[in-house]
């Protein structure tokens, strides 16, 4: 199985948090090939209609995108001859969360390794895998939960695996432009998994302390003090379409922001920024 981690960002200004995610990432994975998907300039690009990410970014806050080239990544644009990709040209553009979610189950439908969210702080290496194991579907997240399968990082290892192949399916088909989540995790049908093989590698760690959303239904926030030791798992998805999670990104801008926060109130004194102290600490040796 490929050593292939794939994220994606489309043409906007990138926040530092998420930023943090890449550099965690490839730190803690060097022996992983890690490239960046970015969505050509197609204009503006349509909204939806649910509730998440819906907090404005200020118009201060600083674009990390120019930092990208000191990270050891690789830079690409989603093919133009990707069909959906012409779609959002050629009629109405795709929301740039749905144009990710697809790319990502076309990803995964070739059989390129792995796809991640931006949202996360990787704490630890990825486990070593059996790369000889290509009947395997691999699932990041733990079990599947009721009705649900957590889509935060999937690997795939050998193309047209039908569980991925019925994804993409069930993406193209719902569509919708209105909801944030018609193209993503909705659309893993875990009743396939009945009849595939699939391990899990490690489990991210979910924030569950408040309601996120009648529509989504999940508990996520960012400002938490978790009490359980999380040093085992393998990174702390913070959750980027929390409005919390939104004021958290939009009010750092680097390692003295957080050094700062934490100093003004104790609110600010949380798992998140002791995590990404420790980080920024490790990284000066």
Request: hydrophobic residues 35%; charged residues 25%; aromatic residues 14%.
């Amino acid at each position: 199985m490929k050593k292939v981690m794939h994220f994606f960002w489309p043409n906007e200004p990138l926040s530092w948090l998420r930023f943090t995610c890449l550099e965690t990432f490839i730190d803690l994975n060097p022996d992983w090939k890690v490239i960046l998907w970015r969505r050509k300039n197609v204009g503006a690009a349509p909204q939806w209609c649910s509730d998440e990410h819906k907090t404005p970014r200020p118009a201060d806050l600083e674009d990390w995108r120019p930092n990208i080239k000191n990270l050891s990544l690789e830079c690409r644009e989603v093919p133009d001859d990707w069909q959906w990709y012409q779609q959002s040209i050629n009629t109405t553009p795709l929301t740039n969360v749905h144009f990710k979610d697809m790319w990502n189950w076309t990803l995964l439908k070739n059989g390129e390794g792995f796809v991640a969210d931006m949202d996360i702080i990787w704490l630890r290496s990825i486990p070593e895998f059996d790369t000889d194991a290509n009947t395997f579907i691999t699932v990041f997240n733990g079990a599947p939960l009721a009705g649900y399968v957590p889509v935060t990082m999937m690997g795939s290892t050998k193309p047209n695996q039908p569980p991925f192949c019925d994804a993409l399916d069930r993406a193209i088909a719902g569509y919708n432009p209105e909801h944030y989540e018609s193209c993503g995790a909705p659309c893993f049908n875990k009743e396939l998994l009945h009849d595939h093989k699939w391990y899990n590698l490690g489990h991210i760690v979910y924030p569950i302390v408040t309601k996120y959303g009648a529509m989504h239904g999940v508990y996520k926030m960012i400002h938490f003090d978790m009490s359980s030791d999380i040093t085992n798992e393998v990174g702390l998805h913070w959750y980027g379409g929390h409005e919390q999670s939104r004021w958290f990104e939009n009010h750092i801008n680097g390692y003295n922001d957080i050094k700062r926060l934490r100093g003004e109130n104790r609110e600010h004194e949380n798992t998140i920024t002791r995590l990404l102290t420790k980080h920024y600490e490790l990284k000066k040796g």
